[in-house]
């Protein structure tokens, strides 16, 4: 056997039949060198990243990944079929008469009709197929009544399943064309993207009869409310049931309010409460009879006869006392 001593000045292993040999001070010295040389550290390439400065430097990226809005300019379509005289003053107006989309404009006037963006001149463009005011008009009353009633905009696509057009727009409104035909008429890119927010700040003085009443039947966020504002609860329930009842009775009886609608409302109610819908699907069940839930669903005031989900309990720590309406009315 063969030692390796990396300090020349320690004892030497004593001869013996197991041990043989007794190095001398010249490979003492070698075997020293030998074992720095093996022992040193390599430079693999690797980077290590600091976790702190990457957070910082990612976190702008997510922000804009985690929102469900957000359009930009290389999103919309700038072709104008004549030029503006001055880009730098046309206005909304001017460019819906020049072809350019409603939501389109929006964005590009908003953005301060910016220069690395021009319009683009494009006299080939169908004049024919230029949409007159009017009927800008009725596309976007048609994306606003579906954000109020459905918190969604309609289908900006073609699809094979042709999505439901609601009754009121259709038999009313006198708007019976596919929905995607009116949100094409007002917008080149996904609607999704275009801020829904807008909706809240719209005001109803100059708006027809018709149309009042027809919001005045119920607005999104609040059909599964709507039997606590019909029906009496059943007689035999619990102390804590009766107090999400008193709960879903006085949101169902209050004014409706952007804070509830789901385009608008505040994260925290569904943080504090848990699933709304789920939660009062849940309630209801408890709450009513069969029969009165089967003429709630034969009569659409709930979609559906609700199906009991016991991941959704929260609702027996709704207290009778607590306001989720808020100040801020639609009506």
Known sequence: MTYIVSNPQLSKPPITQKNPLRYTSTESKMAFQATLAVTGVPDFGLIHIDPEETAKAFQAY???????????????????????????????VDLL?????????????????PT????????????????SLHDIARSV???????VTQARYPVGQATAAKPIIPNFLRTIMGMDKEQHVYVQTICSFEPQKFDPSW???????GFGQEVLSRFGLGVAGYRMFRPFAL??????IDENT???????????????????????RNPNILTARGNLNKNLGNLILKAFTEAE??????????????????????YMMWSADDDISGSSRIF
């Open 97 to 113: 008469r020049a072809g350019m989309k409603l939501f389109d404009a929006i964005v590009w006037l908003t953005a301060g009709r």
């Open 141 to 147: 009353f048609y994306c606003y009544f579906m954000l």
């Open 242 to 264: 009766m107090k999400a009842v008193r709960f879903a009775q006085s949101v169902a009886r209050a004014p409706s309010s952007w804070d509830i609608h789901p385009l608008t």
């Open 116 to 131: 690395s963006h021009p319009l683009k001149l494009d006299p080939g463009m169908d004049k024919a197929g230029i949409p």
């Open 293 to 314: 839930i089967k003429e709630m669903a034969d009569n659409k005031i709930i979609f559906q006869v609700p199906t009991h989900d016991p991941n959704h309990r929260n």
């Open 199 to 205: 909706a809240k700040h719209v005001k109803f003085s």
């Open 62 to 92: 997510l922000d804009t990944a985690s929102r469900l809005t957000g359009v930009s300019l290389d999103d919309i379509d700038r072709r104008v079929i004549t030029a503006p005289t001055d880009p730098k003053s046309v206005t909304l």
């Open 231 to 236: 029906y009496q609860p059943k007689g035999d």
